[in-house]
């Protein structure tokens, strides 16, 4: 098939204008600094933080205001927050927006963990319409002319769906877009993205982008879910993971600047290789500590190197790797010229999980308005994980 998507593809998020209409997803310990610089380094489109939690930014908390630290060549900044407190999430983006920390702003309702949506944050919040709306009301506001938008699930489960009533509460309320995990919180990233939701969306939310997101794995994925479902844009999340020349590939699909000319990545060994060691390098500027930022390239070493060559007991010193030149060192025994293993490469990345009953607080179901013991909940809801 074809990959290209017509129309050059260009996506516009209020006044910024992307070359290729593909956004980062935030991940929880993954989309620091250091990994949006490489994506970038490959690919074109807006990458987003890692979820910010907006109690701990308005506190200033040290770890926070480090993770909203952008690079130079970093542009446009993109901040994902995760709030559950109108008040407060309203002086989050204030407060980003007064000091000039970000471009972009993005709202999280799509965190599935349990620890979250047991106090009615993350993809249970929507379910209550008036929280819901206030909330974005009062960010979008907020925001002024930095434009502000809203990632979320389908809903709680099959039977609490929410993404249309929340769609249509978001564009009402002046935000530049929206983005559909098309799965439930009772899925959590297990079976199969329901990406006819994704159409649903972009039939009932007009005159915003809509963007879709879940089971993404590849440039041909992409290009298929915005034919099928009508959708403006993508969001990656897990198929990047090991893999962020996939940018690349995603520009020259949807319509970047390569889209003309470029090949795909021929991802050898020594292609893939090559990848991590800049990621390691990235990380330890990230953390300005050498051991610091190998020990955090470890966790990623089974994502880069699925499919390949490389022996356990290689990916095994990998993962306990302290220093650049032991990276080097193991990087230097492998058969470099290897070629790309195919499927085996392919596929899923990172976790699925499996369906299971949402955690809610309780009687959160009964009704979709707030009850005091709901509005009490919500304030253990903030704490620092991620998901959508």
């Not at 699930?153 to 995990?181: P, Q, Y």
């Not at 090949?263 to 060994?269: G, N, Y």
């Not at 190998?294 to 306990?320: M, N, S």
Request: charged share 25%; hydrophobic share 45%.
């Amino acid at each position: 098939m074809s990959l290209s998507v017509s129309a050059g593809a260009a996506l516009r998020i209020g006044p910024i204008a992307l070359d290729a209409p593909v956004v980062l997803a935030p991940m929880a310990g993954i989309t620091n600094t250091a990994f949006r610089r490489l994506c970038r380094e490959y690919g074109a489109g807006l990458y987003v933080s890692e979820m910010i939690t907006t109690r701990a930014l308005v506190e200033r908390n040290a770890t926070t205001m480090r993770l909203i630290t952008h690079h130079e060549s970093e542009t446009p900044r993109s901040i994902q927050l995760y709030g559950v407190d109108p008040a407060t999430t309203e002086a989050a983006v204030r407060l980003l927006v007064n000091e000039d920390r970000a471009d972009h702003i993005d709202l999280n309702f799509g965190c599935p963990v349990p620890k979250v949506t047991r106090k009615g944050g993350g993809a249970a919040l929507p379910w209550k319409l008036g929280l819901f709306r206030e909330i974005v009301t009062r960010a979008a506001r907020a925001a002024g002319d930095v434009p502000l938008t809203v990632k979320m699930r389908k809903g709680i489960d099959s039977d609490h769906l929410t993404f249309l009533d929340a769609g249509r509460i978001a564009e009402d309320a002046g935000v530049a877009a929206v983005a559909l995990h098309a799965r439930t919180a009772a899925e959590f990233y297990s079976g199969q993205a329901d990406w006819s939701a994704i159409s649903a969306l972009k039939q009932a939310v007009t005159s915003i982008p809509v963007l879709g997101n879940g089971d993404i794995w590849s440039a041909e994925d992409a290009a298929r879910m915005m034919t099928e479902t009508g959708c403006d844009g993508v969001v990656v999340g897990r198929g990047c993971l090991g893999r962020p020349w996939l940018f690349g590939d995603l520009a020259r699909a949807l319509g970047g600047p390569d889209a003309a000319n470029g090949a795909p990545v021929d991802a050898t060994l020594g292609f893939v290789a090559a990848a991590f060691r800049r990621h390691a390098e990235l990380l330890v500027e990230f953390f300005e500590d050498e051991g610091r930022g190998c020990r955090d390239i470890r966790k990623h070493v089974a994502w880069y190197f699925k499919g390949y060559p490389v022996g356990g007991e290689t990916r095994a010193q990998l993962a306990t790797v302290s220093s650049l030149t032991e990276i080097d060192d193991l990087l230097a025994t492998l058969d470099l010229d290897a070629p790309y293993p195919g499927a085996a490469a392919e596929g899923q990345r990172g976790r699925a999980g499996t369906p299971k009953r949402p955690a809610l607080p309780d009687g959160w179901l009964l009704s979709r308005d707030m009850s005091g013991d709901a509005a009490r909940a919500l304030a253990d809801a903030e704490v620092d994980t991620s998901g959508g």
